[in-house]
Each structure stands twice: as C-alpha cells, then as structure tokens.
C-alpha cells in the first residue's frame, strides 16, 4: 500500500529525507547496526526503547521515558515542534550515553488524531485469460486503496491530504460470486471491499520535522494501535473479535479484529487529559500537578498543593469518586466508537496506554458492554508475545505500544517515505517498503493503458453477402527504466530510485473505407452510339448509397458492384441477351471490344450488327415460338406498320429485335442504314416500350 504527494516543508528543511550526517566527533560510541530504536512520542510523554531481534524474540536493552515540560502536544498532535524535539533529543541521549551507541535510525508511530476510516467497494475488470496472481491482487488492493483515498479527499470540506496507513481487506469477489482468496482463479470481473485508515498531512510531517531537528532518519512509520497490536494480539488471536483501546493523554486510539484480521479502526479525542483538566477544576491545582495527582493515584492518600500554594490531602477512594463524571464520560465516548464501528460489543477488550491505568475504568468497561470483568483486561508485560524484557522494569500498559513500535519495524509492516523520480517528476512515496514500479505506477495515477496495451479490435462486417474480417493492429509494449535499465514492471524499487516510461502503443483497430474495398475504379461517363451512360462502382451500406471515402462500421452489410467492363455495363442494363445472341459488334477506336474490356471514362463505343462485321448471315429468332414461351406482348409502329413482340417482363425487348421485321439485306448493302426510335436516332441497345414508333431503312444517297 502507498500514496504519493509533494510534502509541505514546516520548518525550512525537506521532511522525509535522511538529514546531514552527526559531527564526527563520536568518541568511543559504537554504531546502532541491526538495534531498533524505537519513539512513542505522546502527549505527556515520550518513550524510547532499544532492542535487537535474536531468533525469534526482541530482546528489549535499555528504556527511556520523559515527560513534556509543558502541554506541547494537544490530542496527539504535534503543537510545539521545537519543544517536543527537545524532549525527544533527551530521550536519545540519555539512550545513547546508557548504551554509549549512537542512535541515528527511529521507527516511530503515528497517532490516531483526525484518523479516518473508509469503506469501500471497488470493481476491477481482469482479463479472462489470466490467472490471478499475488502481484496482480495486491495491486487490485493498492488501486482500490486508492479509490477510497480519491473519496475521503473529495469528502473532506477542509481539503486536507490523507495518507493510507493501514488496510483490512474485508471481502472479495470474483464475477459476483464471494470468494474468501483470488488468488489462483480466473474470471473476467474482480470485486474488492476493503477498510482503510488514513491520518492527514499535518500528522505525518510534524513528526518528520521532530525527527529532522534530532538528525534522526525515520526508517519506519506505523499507526501506534496497530504496532500494540502486534505485541498484544498476536493472528492467531484476532479470530477472535477483541477491542484494543490505546488510551492516552489526547486520544483514545481503537482497533477492532475479527475473522482473522484488522477489520476496523477508530480514535476519539476523549481521552486522559478530560480527566487532567477535571481534576484541575476539582483541586484549584495547575496543570503538572494535576498530572502528578493522576501518578499517585495508586496510593492510599495523595497530597498535593492548590494554586494558593495550601497543601492538602486526598483518600484515593475519595478521589476516584470525585471523577465518578468524568471517567464515565472517558469510557463511554470510547465504548459508543467500538460498537459503532464493530457493530455491537466485543467478545473481550484491552486497555492499554498510560490512560489504561485508571483503576475503575476496567470495571466500567465491563459494565457498559454487559461483559464479564475478566473480559476487561490492562494489557501490560503479561500480554507481550515474544518480547524479552530482560531485568529492565518497564511495566505497566504505557510500555506497550513503544514495544510493539519496534516489533513491528522488524515485521517489514511499517510504512516510511520514499523519493521516486518517475519520468522526471520526483514523487514523495509513502510505502511498505517491498514497492514495485507497478504499486507506484497505480498509486500515481499512471494510468494502466499506457502500460499495458492491447492489439487493435478486428472489424467485421459483410460484403456482398460474404463474412469478411479486418484484423487490428497489434500494440507496441511499453518500455520501463529503472536507473538507466530496462526492467519489468515487478522489479522492485527503494529510495532515490528514478523510473523512465515509455508508454505502450495501442494497436489500431481494423478499418476500410469504401474507396478501400472498390480500388481504382475510374467514375465517370462513356458513350454507346452517343447515348451516355455511368460507369464506375455503385455501393449501398445497409441499403443506403455510399460514397467512396465512408468507414465501415462494425456489422454493416455493404454491397458493391463494379461497372468497369463492357460486359459489367451490358449486365447492369440488362442487355446479357444481347451478348449471349452475339448479335453485335462493339467498336472503340476502330477496334473491336468484347465483354472483359476495361472502360475509361470518355469512351466512345459504336454498335453494328455481327453481320456487317464478319458476312455472317444472321439467324432471326423464330417469331412464334417466342410468342409461345412469352410473357406479355408490345406493340410497335415500324416503318408505319404495326409490329407485334413478344417479351418476357424481366428482358424488355431491344431496337435490334425490329430488324427481324424487315426485308432490309446486309449482305446486300444499299447505303446506310438510319435508325430512329420515336423520332431520334436510335442505338441497338435501346429498350422499347409499347406504342413505340421505329424507323429502320437505307439512307439513299
């Protein structure tokens, strides 16, 4: 999981980077190597522990707790920059000399101010011929992350910036159908419900700017009731739904388990120092006092002096009575939060923080959630799962989350900043420390498509009455440089590491136009014995005329007839009769042309009977066995006499036809021959029509 932003700067110096190396001047100090150093920075106090993993427990060395001189943190959150840099650097060199190490790498822990929990559903479209891998789930996870990091943003009226700061997957799905692991499965659509945790910008860079003031390089960042969590409820535990309050002076940090897992969290700013300031009104007594009051509360008798400088004396019981309100008010703020976001009481619940101490709060825990008291419980050093104290007396629930901070740094669970240079622009990158380029390419924003592209879509469509398939173009791959190099997409990446992209190329999808599919067939008009007539390609898309330069679409049904033959033209006028009688002789240039001569526009073809041409006598078809086999019959005035033809309604008879009504010779040759058909000249090819008047006869000189 991570997020990207471009970190504000609070104090000057640039937050989330290793600051300027420590002076020389080291003395007999030996280096921190494999030793965690771990910060609880409080409210009150901040806590330092330094502990090292042998096999598999933490064995704690040594530990530090300061209080703030003065109320410089309010509900978690860092006020006083400085001045809580000045405690932390008296908890480090306290360590420091103790141990005569120097301390120069922290894991530290974030509080549960303004911490926001979101919800969220998100669908991811897979292809269906892959399996699913882990790298492919968690990356589902991180862009569904995402999606609930985009939502809290654009819900947040203040427009702050949210980090992500811990996930609970709570249920997947795979096409619709729930599945408690994706791993391994295919399927086309993935379904992906998660809770996530986020803390705003000013959280996170305050503390940065504390740990730049202590030349300390943060090597680990966590959510502190996840760190306790580690320590106190170990996996196998969390099948079990137990609330896990970290009650400290500003808030009350929850975490909630069930089935396994982290399922929910949750923070309330009512927490101790309600109970600090209540007893400042109480006892007229100043705020240290007030807290000192709270220390000694585990004594028979606590004595203090009011702001007049009187001394007095309390019974502890009276003064717990006095804070019956107050402690009620604490609990119940605390107990609504965890049956809110649990959605009814818990099986058990741990206390633990400095506010865990209170001594009736157990007992009121146990009452308002209707539990057994023994279901309630301070989790201090008894609860530690391997963790080594050694002779160090570090008791009590304020320990614990100082402890599980450190634990969870050698758990590889924590999250920390990271400068990535991704294609020029460097990106602050709050991550888990195992990032690969495609976790930050999908936090980024990168969009996918430029990664992984896809082969152009094939276009089908059909062409006179025939299937036909224009396959896309197949897509270029995307080139990815990590430091100079070329590598995978899964290569993983750490601090200072610079990522070149050249996106894919998606391959264009398949496409034709009309003019495509006819070629170079020449548009225009020739001329048959100086009739004109069209050639060139007729085209209709879904029975519609279409020009040449029009895009086929998907599914269109496109017929084309190309007219750029003799015999095209002949079959387009329904003259084939014609042809297959051989009747006529066609002539372009003084040449004779046949039925499989191209055309060119500006032709200029003349028609004559066969005869003529070759002195082969013609045959004339047999008039009344025509009348016999036709149809319908027309009538025609030919040289001033009626005429009589028989035709079939689908052939319409032809000029030349008339010459079986003449006595006209062509072997005998008179002159030439006029043709005129209702007064104009005629061509052979010419249809006629009933009531007709023709004209066939020699031209006497």
């Known amino acids: 999981m991570a997020s990207t932003q471009k970190r504000s700067s609070t104090t000057g110096k640039k937050r989330g980077r290793p600051p300027s190396k420590a002076k020389s001047n080291r003395g007999a100090y030996k280096k921190q190597r494999d030793h965690i150093f771990a910060l609880d920075i409080g409210t009150r106090t901040v806590v330092g522990i330094v502990g090292i993993k042998k096999d598999d427990k933490f064995v704690i060395i040594a530990a530090e707790s300061v209080p703030h001189p003065k109320r410089a943190m309010m509900d978690g959150q860092i006020e006083d920059i400085s001045q809580v840099a000045g405690t932390v650097s008296e908890v ?12 120069e790498r922290v894991s530290i822990a974030a509080a549960g101010r303004a911490l926001k929990t979101h919800r969220i559903t998100a669908q991811h479209n897979i292809d269906s011929k892959d399996i699913i891998t882990k790298e492919l789930l968690k990356s589902l996870e991180i862009m569904t992350i995402g999606r609930a990091q985009e939502e809290l ?14 996930h609970s997957v709570v249920d997947y799905w795979l096409d619709d159908y729930k599945i408690s692991n994706l791993v391994g499965h295919k399927g086309q659509v993935a379904k992906i419900e998660i809770i996530a945790a986020f803390l705003p910008n000013p959280v996170i860079e305050s503390l940065y700017a504390v740990m730049d003031e202590c030349s300390l390089t943060v090597e680990a960042l966590t959510l502190e009731p996840i760190a306790a969590m580690n320590v106190i409820i170990p996996k196998e535990i969390r099948l079990i739904n137990i609330a896990l309050v970290d009650i400290g002076a500003g808030t009350a940090d929850i975490a909630i388990t069930r089935d396994g897992s982290v399922v929910a969290y949750a923070m309330t700013t009512i927490a101790g120092d309600e109970i600090t300031e209540e007893i400042i009104r109480k006892y007229l007594v100043d705020f240290e006092t007030a807290e000192q009051m709270k220390s000694d509360a585990g004594k028979d ?3 203090y002096k009011d702001i007049f400088g009187i001394e007095h004396s309390v019974s502890t019981k009276i003064f717990y009575e006095s804070l019956v309100s107050v402690i009620d008010l604490v609990a119940e703020t605390i107990i609504d939060n965890i049956i809110a976001i649990n959605g009814g009481p818990p099986a058990a619940v741990f206390l633990i923080g400095g506010g865990g101490q209170i001594a009736t709060l157990c007992e009121v825990f146990a009452k308002r959630l209707e539990l057994p008291e ?14 080594d104290t050694g002779d160090l007396t570090i008791t009590g629930p304020e320990f614990v989350t100082p402890i599980g901070i450190a634990v969870t740094s050698t758990l590889g669970q924590c999250y920390d900043f990271s400068t990535i240079t991704l294609n020029d622009e460097p990106m602050q990158v709050f991550d888990t420390r195992d990032l690969t380029i495609l976790n930050l390419l999908t936090i980024s924003g990168y969009s996918p498509r430029k990664i ?26 995307s080139q990815i440089y990590l430091n100079g190099e070329l590598s995978p997409i899964d290569s993983p990446i750490a601090q200072g590491d610079v990522i070149k992209i050249i996106p894919a190329i998606n391959g264009d999808d398949g496409s034709i136009t009309i003019g495509d599919l006819t070629g170079d067939v020449p548009t225009g008009s020739i001329f048959i014995d100086d009739m004109e007539y069209h050639i060139g390609a007729r085209c209709t898309v879904n029975g519609e005329d279409a020009d040449t330069d029009y895009q086929i679409a998907e599914g269109d049904t496109v017929e084309i007839v190309k007219i750029n033959t003799l015999g095209a033209i002949i079959s387009s006028l329904k003259l084939g009769r014609m042809m297959v009688a051989d009747d006529i002789v066609f002539t372009r240039n ?11 526009v500006g032709d200029k073809i003349t028609t004559s009977q066969k005869d003529l041409a ?15 086999n036709a149809d319908s019959i027309i009538r025609i005035t030919l040289n001033g006499r009626m005429v009589e033809l028989p035709y079939d309604k689908d052939d319409p008879p032809l000029f030349l036809e008339l010459l079986n009504f003449t006595d006209i010779d062509p072997q005998n040759p008179k002159g030439n021959i006029i043709v005129t058909l209702n007064g104009k000249i005629a061509s052979y090819v010419d249809m006629l029509s009933d009531g007709d008047i023709a004209e066939i006869k020699w031209a006497i000189p």
């Open 92 to 103: 480090k060199v306290t360590l420091e000399k103790r141990l005569r190490m120097r301390l």
């Open 374 to 387: 023994n279901r309630v419980a301070v989790g201090g050093n008894d609860f530690l799962r391997d963790v």
């Open 614 to 628: 070759d002195d082969t006598p013609a045959k004339a078809e047999n008039i009344a066995d025509k009348k016999a």
């Open 301 to 303: 008798i606590i004595t």
């Open 590 to 600: 003084g040449e004779k042309i046949d039925e499989n001569t191209a055309l060119n």
């Open 452 to 477: 992984f592209g896809r082969s152009g879509r094939s276009l089908v469509f059909t062409l006179n009455g025939e299937k036909k398939i224009i396959k896309g173009a197949p897509f270029t791959p």
């Open 153 to 166: 943003e654009n819900e947040d009226r203040d427009g702050n910036t949210f980090y992500p700061v811990g």
